[in-house]
């Protein structure tokens, strides 16, 4: 019931294509899902977030899409680039912080 | 600003020996946590403080405690470290219904 599933758990894209991360969730009652970016040697940090009245939030080349249905929602970075080589995680909670419950993480690497 | 300020960034233990992890922010946030990050298991809650003089367990509090010692600072102390817990342990802080704000984390190892 308190888990996130992320996938995959690492990515390769070439330059200028779409990278596309998943997760799934359990527990119906979560109300908030944020996705996070983390730099090597840094803590992970917001990238964007949505919450369940809307199927999708874009913030420039990132857009969160959600599936109330499905339980599941996604990150997709269009026009992907080398900055964007990072660790991602999704995560769900009941509320808008503490009780977060993370996915596992996806390395995506942006070639050139 | 420096943000979410956390020492030392690396350390190295022997099993049964003691340390304390700092942490401090200067965004005048209410709640702050201790997380740890092992690979393939993404962050998990050690031990929360939504407010000053108040502390809750997260989901991994097992051989940690920690002290609010005042709005702006919260650490965790290993009392007797083991090698299980050699991870990678951030500290985050966030106002009531805003995004948690990361430090840079503190690699410890223990042998």
């Known amino acids: 019931q308190q888990q996130v599933k992320q996938s995959p758990q690492s990515l390769i894209v070439q330059k200028g294509g779409i990278s596309i991360i998943n997760c799934a969730y359990e527990n119906t009652a979560f109300d908030y899902f944020p996705w996070y970016q983390q730099f090597p040697g840094k803590g992970p940090a917001l990238l964007i977030a949505?919450?369940?009245d809307v199927s999708e939030k874009k913030e420039g080349r990132f857009t969160i899409s959600f599936n109330k249905s499905a339980k599941q929602f996604s990150l997709h970075i269009m026009d992907s680039q080398p900055g964007d080589s990072a660790t991602y995680f999704c995560a769900a909670s009941k509320q808008s912080n503490y009780q977060l419950i993370w996915g596992a993480g996806t390395k995506l690497i942006i070639k050139p | 600003n420096a943000g979410v300020t956390q020492t030392p960034k690396f350390q190295v233990l022997k099993t049964g020996q003691s340390m304390t992890l700092q942490c401090a922010q200067d965004m005048n946030h209410n709640s702050m946590y201790w997380y740890r990050q092992d690979p393939g298991m993404g962050l998990r809650l050690i031990y929360y403080?939504?407010?000053?003089?108040?502390?809750d367990k997260g989901e991994v509090p097992n051989g940690y405690n920690v002290s609010r010692l005042n709005k702006r600072e919260f650490s965790l102390r290993l009392e007797s470290a083991a090698p299980s817990q050699t991870s990678v342990y951030f500290c985050?802080?966030?106002?009531?219904?805003?995004?948690?704000?990361f430090g840079n984390g503190t690699r410890l190892t223990v042998t």
């Open positions: 403080s939504a407010s000053e003089g108040t502390t």
């Open positions: 985050a802080s966030s106002a009531w219904g805003s995004p948690l704000h």
């Open positions: 949505i919450r369940p």
